[in-house]
């Protein structure tokens, strides 16, 4: 028996006629599946510059996995198709998870997950090594979540304006660095996240990831090619902010406005492009190789030759089980694509008593700007002071009632640098006498400097009648508590005292401590605990 009979005994052929229709069918139940978070990714591709990229991703590696087509072939054996079933399963389990935690972030990686599970289990693992970079290369279009994006972006804000600020004092331009604001004299320079390097960084990442992958080297200066699109971003963002301010200083402040401004962008990603392959150039001539800038990254010739058996495509029940299990997970998505959040009965802010104890408050409220970026549902921000004493402190207090879709609580410990502030000392207390949900609450506890200026700052994430002082750990218990409770509302509480030259720091922790000790009582009508008589609402 020769091998092409051989082939048609382990199972009936398939045209590809055939197989284009599966894949049609497959690609339409698993986008009905995953609908919900599809539909926020592409949501965020058209409304968040950082991601405008990620419209090109999905079509360059189904163009790089068409290359090698004709290198594929359809397993033969159901045992091959094994580790390709578990990921299937381990992708949609992970999609219902992501989606009863509504954590859309966690459902667009289960998709790519789900994909990869499909294509192993249809060409076994010989297809899965031929496709496996492009598929890993979908990884780059799903948006980072909310909190990370928000730590990264302030975090890049202070490295930019450092490094650019050194830049122009390098120019002889007498300037001031408060934070991220840049202080020229005559015009204050505030590098925002439109500014950190961010729109950048991401699709220079993906760029240089398929330049690590096509290039012609050992591993390590694959992995420095990829890794270097960093240090770029950051640098060529830094310089760009150092020019801008350079101009301001001796052509005026449209110099940093209006179309100029965005062109400036254009051309500072160009650049960090140029240098990436000006690395590899260097590379490639280590290597002791001649190649001009056009072959670094050159697709390999023997890619779309054909190499497969010419015997004809065969399926194995596998195809029928990834059927079946993708049938099965979209008559799942059903139930809890449309699972009602609840949503906890509380008093709006608008009450919060402005007189407590011997404290008396006065209300201030946030620019519109910081509203539109925090996304929170309610909150209250008031200076209270002590009649007896004369103590000052300052309260705040961000309520979201859902954190579903984008809405995240943005940690202090990430917002007070931008400001221009220092953390000197940064730890945690736990403070026995004061209670919420009749446990104890616990604090971070962080002694802040600007100039000669220092406060003493209390904060926690008060999470559904949990007192936490992580914020990683806040993430979790927002998953844990969306499957097992079905909520995702949350209360960031913050106090700021300053302290008065020469004070100990002890009086200070007394002065936030005395007011959240006589304030404490107060919050659990405005914060939902664990247990509450809830409204629902439908979210989605």
Not at 182 to 204: E, T
Request: hydrophobic content about 45%; some cysteine; proline content about 4%.
């Amino acid at each position: 028996m020769n091998s092409h009979e051989h082939r048609i005994n382990m199972g009936p052929s398939l045209k590809p006629a055939y197989l284009i229709g599966f894949w049609a069918v497959l690609i339409l139940i698993l986008g009905y599946t995953f609908r919900v978070g599809l539909e926020e990714m592409v949501k965020t591709w058209i409304n968040v510059e950082e991601y405008g990229h990620g419209f090109f991703i999905p079509v360059i590696s189904a163009y790089f996995i068409w290359l090698r087509r004709r290198e594929l072939d359809i397993t033969q054996e159901i045992r091959q198709s094994l580790p390709g079933l578990v990921l299937v399963i381990a992708g949609l389990v992970l999609a219902i998870l992501g989606n009863l935690a509504t954590l859309k972030t966690i459902e667009q990686y289960a998709f790519i997950l789900t994909v990869t599970g499909v294509f192993a289990s249809v060409y076994g693992l010989k297809g899965l090594r031929i496709a496996g970079v492009p598929l890993l290369f979908l990884i780059f279009m799903v948006p980072f979540p909310a909190f990370i994006l928000n730590n990264l972006s302030s975090k890049l804000q202070l490295i930019s304006s450092w490094i650019g600020v050194e830049f122009i004092r390098a120019c002889n331009i007498m300037v001031y660095l408060e934070g991220n604001v840049i202080d020229l004299g005559v015009y204050k320079l505030q590098v925002v996240d439109a500014c950190s390097g961010l729109r950048y960084l991401f699709p220079l990442a993906s760029l240089s990831f398929l330049c690590a992958w096509l290039f012609k080297g050992p591993f390590w200066q694959k992995l420095l090619i990829f890794l270097s699109s960093i240090p770029l971003t950051i640098f060529m963002n830094s310089f760009r902010i150092g020019v801008i301010g350079v101009m301001v200083q001796y052509w005026g402040t449209e110099m940093a406005e209006g179309f100029l401004h965005d062109f400036e962008g254009w051309i500072v990603f160009m650049a960090c492009m140029l240098l990436l392959f000006v690395e590899m150039w260097l590379f490639s001539k280590l290597n002791g190789s001649n190649l001009v800038m056009a072959d670094l990254v050159k697709i390999p010739e023997e890619w779309g030759k054909d190499t497969s058996s010419k015997q004809g495509m065969v399926y194995n029940n596998s195809l029928l089980v990834v059927l079946a299990l993708a049938v099965m997970s979209a008559g799942i998505s059903q139930f809890y694509q449309g699972r009602i959040e609840i949503i906890p009965e509380r008093k709006p802010f608008l009450n919060f008593p402005m007189k407590v104890a011997d404290w008396q408050g006065r209300n201030e409220y946030l620019e519109q700007y910081y509203l539109n970026e925090l996304k929170l549902t309610d909150y209250v921000i008031a200076n209270y002071v002590r009649s007896s004493s004369n103590d000052a402190v300052n309260f705040y207090i961000a309520y979201f009632q859902s954190q579903r879709t984008g809405a995240s609580i943005h940690s202090p410990k990430s917002c007070i640098p931008g400001d221009g502030w220092q953390i000197t000392s940064f730890s945690q207390r736990l403070l026995p006498e004061i209670t919420l949900e009749g446990a104890p609450i616990e604090v971070d506890r962080a002694i802040i400097e600007k100039g000669d200026n220092r406060q003493l700052v209390y904060y926690w994430f008060q999470q559904r009648g949990r007192s936490i002082t992580n914020e990683y750990m806040a993430k979790w218990y927002l998953f844990y508590d969306a499957i097992t409770m079905n909520r995702t509302d949350g209360t960031l509480i913050r106090l700021v005292t300053s302290i008065k030259p020469g004070e100990d720091v002890e009086k200070a922790d007394l002065r936030l401590q005395a007011l959240l000790k006589d304030i404490a009582p107060e919050l659990p009508a405005y914060i939902p605990g664990r247990n509450l008589h809830s409204q629902t609402l439908n979210t989605n």
